[in-house]
């Protein structure tokens, strides 16, 4: 592992620093297929993290997981002409298998609406087997131009709910709950703030009739569409002439929704929660929460027992390699962001304490034996909490209410981040101001209050402020 110091800092090249904790961590690698990555044991172990806190979520929802195939016959993307003009530049086509020319091409999944709303169409006759409660765990392609590990990549993992109702009040409470949930899992477990909020019509999903976001700021003043929400309408169930029963004996069109979010989680993990010196780890989600550096050449077997008796119920792991120096070890678990170092020497041994690094504040102390369980623990809270409020504070700081044209161009053009600013809706006006500052509409928060203003580009009349911000 090479634990040299990053080529350049955070704040002079963001992204030759991002990937270089990206490799040095160990957490992805490059893939011999251009545009692909290779998610390595270390950071597998945050997503499954990631996978353990929202499945549980998901299934205390009544929602159930299954798998679905990655080959999509290309006839059913063209169902639904929004979907397929929204999905076209970015498919992957199988046009041989088994050495012959296939008789219909097949797509694989930009995402399952299709493949899965033809399976429930073959399932349900009646409202009585609604709802469809389903969830899957999988890989999608979707072929990038610009790619960047974990952010942005022609194949990623997610996971994605597509449910069927009988009314769109039903629909809507399970597409409020998904937004929920993500947002849960990004405040309490990798201590991220976001605004949540409803994407304009040129911003929403292909084929949605509204689509809801969490979007996260970046470091670096861009914004991170960190996942989405999707109420569906009717929209797939007309497409594939789907329908059921309902309580009077009528044909009705079912209400659908889908939500997902991917191992782009783990991209805006990195970017926020990481310093000059590598990952920071919120000990929620950190593969391992306490890591233990005896000084090489030193026994300390029977010490290193007592110490661990006070770790029960932690992830923690003793770095007993005796082929490494303690410096270099400690360099090599700064850069994987682990919370908590605990460094064991003759003398902590000799006196019945530890000596305490935490990664956030690159503090250290003495700990006593008899107190490290209490210390750890409450340490451990303290790190969750304190990246969570930083980053909270740092967008905050950085969202700022505009009402001026040129105060909008001035700061996407320098600073960036996230403006608030009163916008018509109007399409034409939308692109004219993504053309002028390449600033998107990232969402309506779902707070917004309605106000009398004027629209920040053509001065029409407005009655919301949008939260706009160029983006990943």
Known sequence: MDTKKFVLSKSKDIASWYNDIVLKAELADYAPVKGCMVIRPYGYAIWEAIQIYLDQLIKNKGVKNAYFPMFIPEDFLNKEKEHVKGFSPELAVVTHGGGQKLKEKLILRPTSETVMYYMYQKWTNSWRQLPILINQWCNVVRWEKRT????????????????????????MDQVLWALDAYQKTYNNLLALYGIAGVKSESEKFAGAGKSYTFEILMPNGKALQACTSH??????????????????GKNTYPWQNSWGLSTRSIGGLIMVQSDDDGLILPPNVAPIQVIIVPIPGQKLDSYLKNITDKLVGLRYLIDQDENETAGFKFNK???????IRL?????????????LYRRDTKQKQTVSLDNLSSEIEKILKDIQTNLFEKHKKFTQDNTHTVDSYDQFKKIMSTTKGFISAFWCQDPTCEAQIKADT??????LPIDAKKENGVCVHCGKTASHRWLFGQSY
């Not at 390449?438 to 969402?443: E, G, N, P, S």
Request: hydrophobic content about 35%; charged content about 25%; glycine content about 6%.
């Open 333 to 339: 678990w700064e850069i994987k962001g682990v919370p």
């Open 438 to 443: 390449k600033a998107t509409t990232r969402c």
């Open 148 to 171: 960047y590990m974990f952010l942005r990549t022609t194949e990623f993992l997610w996971q994605e709910g597509h449910c069927a109702h009988l009314t769109h009040p039903e629909s």
């Open 343 to 355: 460094e064991i020497g003759q003398k902590e041994a000799n006196q019945n304490q530890v000596t």
């Open 231 to 248: 109420d569906l309408g009717q929209n797939f169930a007309k497409a594939f002439d789907w329908t059921v029963a309902d309580k009077d």
